[in-house]
């Protein structure tokens, strides 16, 4: 038994390589291994072996450096490895009401091509959103002339409450059904791995790959659409909690017996800042407030309507409490509010961020930094093809770890 | 370079590998070698070279398990390992706004002692706090035949904003200051290092070590005295945020320009829940509360007293409604409502655990476990001398792997 623990110990450590190794080459650019070793403290020998797996299996490929001049002035040149984006293509959705934007990437995060994917209708049966997400694929890969079977995995966020470490969907507002075990449904509709998360959770992994956090350890990610969502970066890993719905942010509560929600609850932060509590605000008898359009509501106010200044203003109060609650538990470093929808304008405000500053607990050194970075859907959809990207890498090398055994 | 990196690589797996020795003998309380090779994954050799450093070290001690008993009858007695309690004197101290309770322990965690100084004022200069500090270890220790110079490290907890990283305290109602280096104002006055932290990570750590956290990775401490205080373990570690001011709760939001809070902000949970906040509520004029006596309101309100029930009611669904958003952003499987003073039951009571389930976002799955631990200051000091015990193996083992150099 010692013994199997013993080697089973060796074959943890050859893994933990082996992530190493690909991660800095992914992050690299291009690399020679002795400077993969001294980055990694990876001994040469065992870099050595891991590269030599590697491009085995197709996943990292040698290149030259300055495309091989001046290799014959100075001995033996050093050839640097790269991650090989042939090796996999790959493919991130995001499923908002109105569609399904999919983009796909080669292995080393290119992207190759994109595509919208009208829905039917903003909430579906699973069985439906199965189909609209694979004729995405298929209308995605057939663009660029490539088969939807050449497809490695897909990285797939929503909104809503989602297990991604089991890819099952508590709740949607996508979905007409609760408790959904979508990773199987697209398992047998789909000839490839599927991976399922929160799509805060995945512009939050966005932001760690290409946005504003980059290179930082721990910050947090607040989405603003029609909803609000929240993406925590904790020790490089997005936090899920217990049962893989933390870091909720859009029901926490910001007023005793508040308004109602469409969850059911009252007090939530939606019920003041969603859409349709705006909208809901304005629906007063006689009122001249356009009752289904926010823009034109939204333009009132900045007109100076007092009614309409008052709906935004209240919103952007109770959005700031809760941002302020969310840096007193947390006290990030960093906090980037990430979104695209020019309506919640109101939200990015200066005065937002003072009444923020106003509510957090006050200590006599800088407050967290807040950064705003607007993206569209697609760098969402970048987002989720990130983390099938780390998906399809780990599963790659516990192929290879298999072979240990 | 590239051999300094390496080098450094070793040095650092062999203070990993003190780290997971040392840690698996004081979990294990007795256990032989072959067993630490097993539990950890350090090789055999490498176990037996890393305790005869900790023999050495005067850290460990060999003991011959069922006292030596039987040992001729199966060839060579396997001897065990176990903490050295002799190895060093450790303090906890928790400084309330009465007194400064301190617990002397072994190495090993054992009580040697206790003693409560009574502070001359609740707040203080921070030099008139070393000096209670110094009493209090003076006293404890002469009181068991020892000598404060005995003492390698106290861990100290006070309630407040404390950068325990820095050892620096931005905020304490104990001081009179702010922004104070008490861990160098202690160091000149002490001839042995200091830990200081909130008094509600202490808790945490005293929950880890001792309580209902025992075997558990990630939980929330919520502590209940005068005023609210959170500690939060996450991955075995307690979570302290970019500033060290992280875990705020008694002064999270919970209503949009609410109750006036001591700290100068509106509507934190302290301004509804406080002892202050509940007998300021009953400060009526022509009112029959009593003004200062929290006790009395609480008997009043026992008895069916409807504007003392009211008082209670409403703090106990506003402390529901700060409860349930934790739980929303971290999603923990465990919640530990940790504290002494028997005012405050009608925060524990089956209608607010109710409420924070009704707040808390609903997916079809168990909600966290709530539990109750109730126990006094000498616990809280117990924490911070498990904190303390914590730093002085680490530095005893970072001396140890300076030789390594």
Known sequence: MADNTRSSHIADQREAGRHQVLNTIRSAGSIARIDIARQTQVSPATVTAITSELLDAGLIEEIEPNGGQGAAKRGRPRVALTIRGDAHLIAGIKITDRCATTILVDFDGNTVGDHEEPLPSPEM?????????????????????????????????????????????????????????????????????????????????AEQ?????????????????????????????????????????????????????????????????????????????????????????????????????????????????????VINIFDPELVILSGEQMAYDFLYGQDVFERVRANTVQVDTALPEIRVHKWGDLMWAKGAAAYAIEQVSNSTIQRLAAHDA
């Open 209 to 325: 790959k290409f946005g504003e956090g980059r290179g930082r350890s721990d910050f947090i990610v607040i989405t603003i659409e029609k909803g609000v969502g929240m993406g925590i970066v904790l020790n490089n890993e997005i936090y899920r909690g217990g049962r893989g719905c933390g870091a909720e942010f859009g029901h926490i509560k910001v007023q005793l017996d508040g308004a109602l929600c469409r969850c059911g609850q009252r007090g939530c932060l939606e019920a003041y800042v969603g859409d349709y509590a705006l909208l809901r605000e304005a629906n007063i008898p006689g009122s001249t407030q356009p009752e289904n359009d926010l823009s034109a509501l939204y333009k009132q106010a900045k007109a100076g309507d007092a009614m309409a200044k008052s709906i935004f203003d209240r919103a952007g109060r109770m959005f700031a409490m809760g941002l302020a609650n």
């Open 125 to 205: 049966t699973p069985k439906d959103l199965t189909k609209v997400i694979k004729r995405a694929l298929t209308s995605a890969t057939t663009a660029v002339g490539r088969d939807m079977t050449d497809i490695s995995g897909v990285g797939i966020g929503l909104a809503g409450l989602i297990d991604a470490r089991r890819n099952f969907i508590y709740w949607s507002p996508s979905l007409d059904a609760r408790n959904v075990e979508f990773g199987h449904l697209l398992e047998t509709a789909l000839p490839f791995p599927c991976f399922i998360d929160n799509d805060a959770n995945l512009v939050a992994k």
